[in-house]
Structures are given as structure tokens and as C-alpha cells.
């Protein structure tokens, strides 16, 4: 069975300032493309279909126009698989899923503690598909009070455990969460000290895993835990990153071969680095006349600011969308931020700003589990 699978397309983004809705289009477009090309049995959209849980008009119109085109591409026993990400409204992409359905597009709903899956079958027998959109430990708990799910883990360890899995048949599972060890963009959502990490031993029982939510493309723990990464470039960490469309072929015994189709960008993403003097000489950007269009960071090596300079260099580069300095000034204050240790836990930091006031050496079980509770309330925001 031929999947295609892709996430994180965030539709009605904007970055800097700078609507990303053309490039959506052009890349939706060449999606569109390779479905008609590969025939897949099933495109896996894994999440974050929009880039806000109300989306715009445009945004609304841009993701109709890509579903009609994407059933027209695809052939007539295809299968498209759609489940919300952390930021879709997952009522809104539920909408009118029975009668999507109909047309062979399933929507995920939203989480009621239960996820019956969807099975289509090839020459090799059946494959069951369980669409699990982004859920939190605060979601899962409400539905299964008596059980014990404090972290992300737990919750995701349940929601699995409640599907009722057959092993015996080939299991797909899309969803949308940040698997351990893991490699983030700066285009995403992160939460302070990895709360929402997820252990990747919990889709044991799944022959393929279609990951959304990271913009990298990578595997987790082995290559069927995989994130496709978003189709197009939303930050300048993605610089260097090679954007791909994930196809994987599933034969009779749920092995999986793999094929990584790239996307192009109607811009490229550069990242620009030298005196202020130096980047504006015309012999440097004529040399490079693309430049006048990509999207631009300027890290200027000036040791006095230049007054204005974005609008001055975007005389030059039309797209640029940042300014940034090296020098001694900045280098100093990057040694003072840098000294917090941003990879303690929230709980390790209490404990250690505890240790300081108190004078006691850890906190309690009982106190840890109580600071663990508050800052998982906190960061869903009850």
C-alpha cells in the first residue's frame, strides 16, 4: 500500500509580517502534482492544517481550492486522511466529516476518548488507519478520571491503549505530537522544559507512525516513526533544510520502503552576513540577483548600529525580514542569556530556586508531583 504522507502545511501564515499564502498555494499546487504522479492508496495529512484555530477567509478558500484539486489528482479509490494539530480548531476540521466521508476524506473528530479506525484494503489484505488529533494529558484525563495520566506520555500510552489495536492486520496511526529526542524548529510551538514529550515506545503496535507537528523532516527511535516536516520553509533555522513530500510504500508483512519527493519555493530563504558597507556594495548583490527577492536575514558584523537599516537594505532586498548584529555588544549580552540552562525542566528549576530559599537539598515526592500538576494546568492555560 503506497502512503503519502505530510504535515504542518499552516495556512494564513504569516512570518514577519510577510503572508506565506502564495507559496502555500505554489506548493499545495505541486502536492496536487505527485499524487497524480505516485497514485497513492492514502495521503496522510498529519495536522496543523491551518496556521490558527479561527483562520482567515483566505486561508479557509486557499484549503477548499487544495482538497477539490487533491480528490481530482488522486484516483477514484484513494483515501484522504485529515486530523487537526495544536493549531486547528479541532471542531472545524471536524466539520462535516460524516459527508466527507462519502467522498473517501476522513476527518478526524474531536477526542472523546475512544478512536475507531478506518480500514481500506489492497492485494495484500487490510490496513486499519486511527486518526488521533493533538490531544493533551488535561483532554485524556477527562475522560478516563480513574486513571493515572500526568505527562503527555501517559496520555498518548491511554488514548492507544483504549483503540482496541488488532494486530493482526497492518496498523497506521496519524498524529500530531513531539516524540522524544526529537529535533525542533524555531517555526514551531515549544513548551519550557519538554512537558509535551511523548515516548516513542508507545506506537510499538504500529507498523507506520505519520507525524506531524515538527517542521524537520526526520524518523524517531526507528524509520516508521516518521515526521514528514512542513512542506515549505517557515523560519530562517530551516535554512539549510531540504523540504520534502513522504512517500512510503507498506508491503504485506508492514515493512516500509521509503522515497523523499523535494518541494521548491517560489523564494528561498537566505541568511546574509557582513558589514553594512559590504552588503549594499553593488557588486555583491549584482552578483547574486536573486537575492533581491528571497526571504533575507541580515546579521550585520557593524560595531555601531546602523539608524534604519532594514529599510535601507530593503531598498536592495525587497523581502528581508530581519536584523540582526554580531559584535562585542552583542556577543556580551549573549553571554549573560546564555547562562540560564535552558534544557532544566520547569520542576528542576523550582527545585533548585527552592534548594536556594529553603535550604533543603530536593523537594518531596508529594512536592513534586504538586508543582508538576500547577505547571501542567498552566501551560493548558486552565
Not at 483562520?55 to 488522486?74: I, M, R
Not at 486511527?130 to 494529558?137: H, N, V
Not at 546579521?299 to 546602523?306: C, F, S, W
Not at 533548585?352 to 508531583?369: D, I, P, R, V
Request: hydrophobic share 35%; glycine share 4%; with cysteine.
Amino acid at each position: 500500500m503506497r502512503l503519502l504522507h505530510i504535515s504542518d502545511l499552516h495556512i494564513g501564515k504569516h512570518v514577519n509580517g510577510f503572508s506565506m499564502i502564495d507559496e502555500q498555494r505554489h506548493v499545495l499546487g505541486q502536492i496536487c502534482d505527485v499524487v497524480q504522479q505516485q497514485k497513492p492508496d492514502a495521503v496522510l495529512i498529519a495536522g496543523d492544517v491551518y496556521d490558527k484555530s479561527v483562520p482567515s477567509a483566505e486561508a479557509v478558500q486557499v484549503f477548499d481550492w487544495f482538497l477539490t484539486k487533491l480528490t481530482e489528482s488522486a484516483t477514484p479509490d484513494s483515501h484522504i486522511f485529515i486530523i487537526s494539530g495544536n493549531h486547528d480548531s479541532p471542531e472545524r476540521i471536524a466539520f462535516g466529516a460524516q459527508i466527507m466521508s462519502r467522498q473517501n476524506i476522513h476527518l478526524s473528530p474531536v477526542y472523546d476518548g475512544t478512536v475507531k479506525p478506518v480500514i481500506i484494503s489492497d492485494k495484500d489484505g487490510p490496513v486499519a488507519f486511527y486518526m488521533l488529533p493533538f490531544i493533551k494529558p488535561v483532554a485524556v484525563r477527562h475522560f478516563f478520571e480513574n486513571e493515572e495520566i500526568n505527562s503527555y506520555t501517559d496520555a498518548m500510552r491511554m488514548a492507544i491503549a483504549k483503540m482496541n489495536i488488532d494486530k493482526s492486520i497492518r496498523n497506521v496511526l496519524i498524529c500530531h505530537q513531539f516524540v522524544t529526542n526529537a529535533v525542533r524548529s524555531e517555526s514551531e510551538e515549544t513548551i519550557v522544559g519538554g512537558l509535551d514529550n511523548v515516548d516513542a515506545q508507545v506506537f510499538a503496535d504500529f507498523d507506520y507512525v505519520a507525524l506531524g507537528h515538527l517542521h524537520r523532516p526526520q524518523s524517531c527511535e526507528r524509520p516508521t516513526i516518521r515526521y514528514s516536516g512542513s512542506p515549505l520553509k517557515y523560519s530562517f533555522s530551516e535554512v539549510n533544510d531540504t523540504k520534502t513530500i513522504t512517500i512510503a510504500d507498506m508491503d504485506a508483512n508492514g515493512g516500509v520502503g521509503f522515497e523523499y519527493i523535494p518541494t521548491s519555493h517560489l523564494r528561498d530563504w537566505v541568511d546574509l552576513r557582513g558589514s553594512y558597507n559590504e552588503l549594499t556594495a553593488l557588486q555583491y548583490y549584482e552578483s547574486k540577483p536573486e537575492l533581491r527577492e528571497n526571504y533575507v536575514r541580515v546579521t550585520l558584523t557593524d560595531e555601531n548600529d546602523i539608524p534604519d537599516a532594514i529599510n535601507k537594505l530593503r531598498t536592495i532586498y525587497h523581502n528581508i525580514m530581519e536584523v540582526l548584529y554580531d559584535n562585542k555588544r552583542t556577543r556580551t549580552k549573549s553571554i549573560v542569556v546564555n547562562s540560564i540552562d535552558e534544557q532544566k525542566t520547569p520542576t528542576e528549576l523550582f527545585a533548585e530556586f527552592y534548594e536556594m530559599q529553603n535550604g533543603e537539598s530536593s523537594l518531596t515526592a508529594e512536592q513534586q508531583s504538586f508543582i508538576n500538576e500547577i505547571m501542567e494546568r498552566v501551560q493548558n492555560r486552565e
